[in-house]
Structure formats: C-alpha cells, structure tokens
C-alpha cells in the first residue's frame, strides 16, 4: 500500500508516558500512529479530532492498565465508537487490539478480543506482527479503488469501503428550542430564527456531498409544556425553517420535550440499525419542570443514548449544568452565546461541521 495505516491510540491520562514511548516505538518501526497530544492542532475541536481519527484509523489500540480500566469520561466513548466500527468488519479481520501495559482484567466488552501484553519479553513483537498482518487484510487503496469523499470547508473525511447498495442511510436531526419569555429579551429569539435559517443552505451542502445518507429535520419548541413546531421528519432539501415565536410566561417545560423526542427515538419508528441522530438542546435559563425523569427517558432508548448531542447556552442565565448532563460528557463544555453573531456560529457549527462525524458510523 501507498498510505501507511493509521493506528490510533486510546488510553487514560494517567498512562500518557507509557502511550507516548508505544508512539515512538510504532513511528520508529514505520507505522502510523494516531496520538491526540501530537496530533491535534491548538485550537482545534478535540472531540471531534479524535472522533474523526478513530474513523479513518485502520487500527485502534486500546491502552489498558489498572488506571484505564474503570476510567470515565471520554475514553469510554473511543472504545464504544471503535466497538461498533467493528461491527462493520469481518470476524476474520485484525482492528480492534486491547494492549495490556500490566497485568489487569481487559473490560468485559474487550473480552472477546485477545490482547497482548507489552510488559512480557515477546510484547512488542506480537503487536507488530498483528499489525502487519491485518495490514495484508486492509482493501487495497486508491491505486484500484476510487475513494469517495466527503468535504466540508477546510475539512476532508473519507468513506471506506463503501457501501454495499447506493439506499441512503437516514440521520436525524432534532432542534429542541426554549420558547420561554425570556427568549424575547435582547433580541434572542429573533436571533436564534435567523441562525437557524442562516444554517440551512449550509446544512444543504453538507448533505449534497455525502451520497450515503438523507439528513432529515425536526424541531420541538418547549415553555408552557412542549410540541413539535416540525413534526414529520423533512429532508433537508425541502426544509424550510418557520420562525419561532415566544410564550408570555416563564416556563421551560424541558424535561416533556426531551420525552416527546424519546418518544420519536424508539424503535420503531427508528430503525433498529442506521446513523446516530444529532440532539441539540437551545435554552437561556433552566428547566422548570423534571429535567432529570426527561433525560432518564431519553437515555433509556438506545438512539437517545446513541445520539450525538450537544447543548447551547444562550446568555449568562442559561443552565450549564443541565446542559453538562444533556450532553453526557464531563470533559464537553456547552457552547456559550452571549450575541447574535456568537449564535449563529454556533447554530452553523452544530447543522454542519458535527454531521459528517456520525455520518460514517454506522450503529
């Protein structure tokens, strides 16, 4: 092959040294490793860096240790992204290689993949053996095949292998917008109308570019209770944005609507295998109803769970907090909009540059 592979590695902080020399070693020996602290840019997305990285990889290793093992945060998500990645492989094919830097018990989940242990004599050896012989396994590149690709701005993400027919792939997305009186102060709500209308010749693009799947839309409005303001899922292409208008009391019946888009989620209507849908959650101030029982129903579904979800703060009264457990990861931030141009990036952001991520994992 022209292209080295791509080897990425997952690990616990607390293991970085050891990761850093396993780095070394591979780029020594003529690998491709994919590291986070030598590959990520300042001022890049680190979230999305490695989520991109862990789906163009040809390999993942999973560093594991006693600090890793019971780890939270991030680390979870990369082994449950390179888990179903897995799952559009082979049986016979190497990806997936838990690699042991003590004697510890891999996670259940990694069990079914033997791992390799670098604190024995023969360790490094057997690591690049299975990568040079699932390296013989990978599809030849473009020197036979045409790659097809997905731009967007300044950035590339590749799709490969391609799949197996040309039916486009559904990926949901769902807006879930405060309405309370609030919104009506300094302008936010008229803001909020336009970012959202700004976002979707963007959007439009985007999903023109990706062959594989048909980027639907959707949009619940809470305060006084919730309702869908769009409720069939519209493609994109048709999609055309009615402006939101505010109630006259300050209610922010979040934790219904999240309920109302748990009801959507299930399966059916969803389907049982397809593109994880994109959730995300508007508001200035916090709920007044139980947001806690809401996210529990949401979660409960496995599209809920399964979602890319991402929260935005509108103004310094918005609640971070609820919007920190929306998302589900203690190491994401919501993003903050304190004026309309601030908003409208954001807007534009969550519609167009995190959909080509869940666009190539398919669940």
């Not at 070394?24 to 020996?29: P, V, Y």
Request: hydrophobic residues 40%; aromatic residues 8%; contains cysteine.
């Amino acid at each position: 092959m022209t292209k080295k592979p791509q080897i990425f590695l997952s690990y616990a902080r607390e293991d970085e040294k050891q990761v850093k020399e396993l780095y070394q070693k591979l780029t020594d020996a003529g690998f491709n490793p994919w590291l986070d602290k030598e590959n990520i840019l300042p001022g890049q997305n680190w979230a999305y860096c490695i989520t991109k990285a862990i789906q163009e990889s040809d390999f993942v290793l999973v560093c594991l240790s006693a600090n890793s093992i019971n780890k939270r945060g991030f680390l979870q998500k990369e082994i449950e992204r390179a888990l179903d990645i897995r799952k559009e492989k082979l049986e016979s094919d190497i990806y997936l290689i838990p690699v042991r830097f003590e004697d510890c018990k891999p996670p259940d989940r990694l069990q079914a993949y033997q791992w390799v242990d670098l604190f024995e004599p023969d360790g490094w050896a057997r690591l690049a053996k299975a990568i040079q012989e699932g390296t013989k396994q990978l599809i030849p590149d473009t020197e036979s095949q045409t790659r097809p690709s997905i731009s967007f701005e300044s950035q590339s993400v590749d799709i490969w292998p391609p799949s197996a027919t040309s039916t486009k792939r559904p990926l949901h997305f769902i807006w879930i917008v405060d309405c309370s009186a609030t919104m009506s102060v300094d302008g936010k709500i008229e803001a909020l109308n336009n970012a959202i209308r700004e976002a979707i010749p963007h959007l439009q693009n985007v999903a023109r570019k990706n062959p594989h799947a048909e980027v639907l839309l959707r949009a619940v409005k809470f305060s006084r209770g919730a309702e869908w303001h769009v409720a069939q899922p519209t493609s994109v292409e048709q999609f055309q944005w009615q402006d939101l208008d505010v109630d006259d009391g300050p209610y922010r019946d979040m934790g219904r609507a999240l309920k109302m888009v748990a009801q959507q989620l299930k399966i059916p209507p969803m389907p049982a295998h397809g593109l994880p849908p994109v959730l995300v959650l508007v508001t200035d101030g916090s709920p007044t109803d139980d947001f806690k029982s809401g996210l529990e129903v949401l979660m409960n579904e496995p599209w809920g769970k399964k979602a890319v979800r991402l929260g935005i703060a509108i103004g310094k009264d918005a609640d971070h907090k609820c919007l920190r457990q929306f998302i589900g990861n203690s190491e994401l931030q919501p993003l903050q909009a304190n004026n309309a141009d601030a908003l409208v990036t954001y807007i534009k952001w969550a519609s167009t540059e995190i959909i080509p991520v869940p666009n190539l994992i398919v669940w």
